[in-house]
């Protein structure tokens, strides 16, 4: 529709068409009359679609969301195997594969899949630096999320959550405190989905409540807020679900909630398949991004195998300075990783956490683990405080989860580490540390009439409604803020 309406002789093929609405689209490709065709690879690939192309003055075939070929991609779809024998069907026909995130395993298994010879192997900038990343632990999740939808007034922003239920409850309890706010996932009806798309996309709501079903093909570019109100289950994930956020080139905020029971929760989900290992790689990778305490920006692109060209990005929480940093991390993590060698690494992190706090529970006493030279040993931090950065030692690899019991064993940097080699970085949970990011927004409002402002975006709304069209194509942030600007 989009080609269309730029004037270009566009067409798709798909199963909501009926066979005549089919046939006059083939009659428009033998005539030579398309420029563009879109077509899904399953339907692509039957013989009698590919028998009729044969016949056709194809000049190239481009692959979309490509990372779908590979297993180590994030949304494998078998299907999209089948697209190899294109390089054999069509020698004489250029083959392009795009997708917006791809590790360099998953470039290279897209090329082989693909049976490309010698392909050209394009790669742009992973680095988004007008989003602004922070990570905290969940501890009361509702009101972390109010408390980034409360510093956005006014404007587009998607909270996700990893279940349908957390959704419509979350949806629930944030139109009940006032905010426009309606969910979307793939429980919903279509038309109830579609409502809710055309409601955000239009700003007759700001805030869509989502599971990862919502995004898909969604290019509003003034999404200035996207909450992750739990773990994706990887960086691939991530960082295309925060990048609909911003894409106006204004700061945005992204901020990821997590806890250790979102791992969990995404481990029961792996199926056996052929993509299993890729998965759990893929679930550890953004699980050590949780806890991590390097710069979020750095950590995202060199994930993707790029290197970020600043020390300090300005833009996360790190970089910010929101972390409150343990000031001496050697010796706390030497304490914690002695306690698990003392309980010989049989134990997990709820058990630990009890011996180094010095817990008089029934079983610990029973087992002679108040005994133990660790049992104690930082009984001044809480008990959150101690379990949070045991999951940072796991993030930093100086302690690993074994097993159905997720035991927490000594990794080779951990036994490093208690000989003092090693530097680990601990932080304090920090109740509210989201100031500073609020911050970095002022910049870009500076000489903005705000008031200003406000009148143009609701005059941008009464056309766009005229029009029939999101409010992003009358006019972007950017420019309405600089009108509010310059006046
Ligand atoms: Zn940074």
Redesign the pocket.
């Known amino acids: 529709d989009a080609l269309r309406a730029s004037g270009l002789a566009a067409a798709c093929v798909n199963s909501t068409m009926s066979p005549n609405e089919r046939k006059a689209v083939a009659g428009q490709i033998s005539a030579g009359e398309l420029k563009l065709l879109y077509i899904a690879p399953e339907r692509l690939m039957q013989a009698k679609t590919l028998a009729f192309l044969k016949n056709v003055n194809l000049s190239l075939i481009a692959i979309d969301e490509a990372h779908c070929i590979s297993s180590w991609g994030h949304d494998f779809r078998p299907e999209y195997r089948g697209l190899r024998v294109l390089k054999e069907k069509f020698p004489q026909v250029g083959v392009h594969a795009y997708t917006a995130t791809a590790t360099e395993q998953v470039r290279g298994d897209i090329a082989e899949q693909l049976g490309l010879q010698q392909p050209e192997v394009l790669v742009g900038s992973f680095d988004r630096p007008n989003l602004v ?1 922070s990570v905290q632990r969940a501890n009361n999740r509702f009101r972390q999320i109010c408390d980034v939808i409360e510093r956005h007034p006014q404007q587009s922003g998607i909270v996700y959550c990893i279940s349908r239920k957390e959704v419509d409850k979350t949806a629930a309890a944030l139109s009940q405190l006032g905010h426009r706010a309606a969910p979307y996932h793939a429980g919903l009806t279509d038309e109830e989905r579609h409502a809710h798309q055309d409601a955000f996309i239009r700003e007759d709501i700001d805030v869509i409540v989502a599971t990862v079903a919502f995004g898909m093909g969604i290019d509003k570019s003034n999404v200035r807020y996207v909450v992750h109100a739990g773990m994706p289950k990887s960086l691939e994930h991530y960082q295309q679900e925060s990048g609909r956020a911003g894409r106006d080139g204004l700061e945005a905020e992204c901020r990821l909630l997590f806890s250790g029971g979102d791992f969990l929760t995404w481990s029961r989900m792996l199926d056996g398949g052929a993509a299993r290992d890729g998965a759990q790689q893929a679930l550890e990778a953004m699980s050590a991004y949780c806890n991590g305490v ?5 950590a995202i692109v060199s994930h993707f195998g790029q290197m ?1 060209p600043t020390d ?9 300075g929101e972390l409150d940093l343990v000031d001496d991390p050697l010796i706390v993590a030497q304490k914690i990783l002695s306690c698990v060698a003392r309980l010989q690494e049989r134990f997990g992190a709820d058990y630990t956490t009890k011996v180094l706090a010095g817990s008089s529970e029934k079983r610990i006493l029973d087992a002679g683990h108040n005994q133990l030279s660790t049992y104690g040993l930082l009984q001044d931090e809480s008990a959150k405080t101690i379990r949070d950065w045991l999951e940072q030692l796991v993030g930093q690899k100086f302690l690993r989860k074994e097993g159905e019991y997720q035991t927490l064993a000594l990794t080779d940097a951990g036994r490093a580490l208690l000989r003092g080699e090693g530097s680990p970085r601990l932080l304090r949970p920090s109740e509210q540390a989201t100031r500073k990011a609020a911050g970095y927004d002022a910049a870009s409002w500076e000489g903005v009439d705000r008031d200003l402002f406000e009148s143009l975006r609701q005059l941008r709304k009464a056309r766009a409604d005229a029009l029939e069209v999101p409010a992003y194509v009358i006019f972007s942030d950017a420019t309405l803020r600089d009108l509010a600007r310059r006046r």
């Open positions: 990343y390097t710069c979020r920006h750095r970020l300090n990005c300005g833009a996360c929480d790190v970089c910010l």
